[in-house]
């Protein structure tokens, strides 16, 4: 239900994320906080029937994971982030039947999941991001 009292709140969340973010540029954990209430609208939306306002959701959280790695590409913190926020997404997409579109933000994903473990091959995380996006891979197959 769109008006359901949990999106309500989700909404006024990320109405106050997003004011925040706006007085504070500089601050990435702001924005990075923001797209993760992003996503979970996103996720609240879709499941209320409110397929456009998810997709407005999701769209917006993809461009602050872009314009936080873009700030710092060395960031190895946001570029996990990407990688977590591609997944998730890619999820949704595997989820609506839009497998085409979720291969290419899991390739994105795996594509710098594998960077990032090449700093570091016994960080366990990293190791788990590229099983789970082969998971989703063969999940999005057509």
């Known amino acids: 239900d769109p008006e359901d009292p949990g999106i309500e709140d989700g909404r006024a969340t990320v109405f106050y994320s997003d004011a925040l973010a706006a007085l504070r540029p500089d601050n990435h954990g702001i924005a990075y906080a923001f797209a993760f209430n992003l996503q979970w609208l996103a996720s609240a939306e879709r499941l209320g029937g409110n397929e456009d306002a998810a997709q407005a959701s999701e769209r917006r959280y993809i461009d602050i994971v872009h314009t936080l790695t873009d700030a710092d590409p060395e960031n190895r913190l946001w570029r996990e982030q990407k990688v977590e926020l591609y997944r998730a997404y890619a999820k ?15 390739r994105a994903a795996l594509a710098e999941a594998r960077q990032l473990a090449a700093h570091d091959r016994d960080n366990q995380k990293w190791a788990a991001f590229e099983r789970s996006i082969d998971l989703l891979m063969e999940r999005s197959k057509p």
């Open 92 to 106: 949704s997409l595997i989820d609506q039947d839009r497998k085409t579109e979720a291969r290419d933000y899991l």
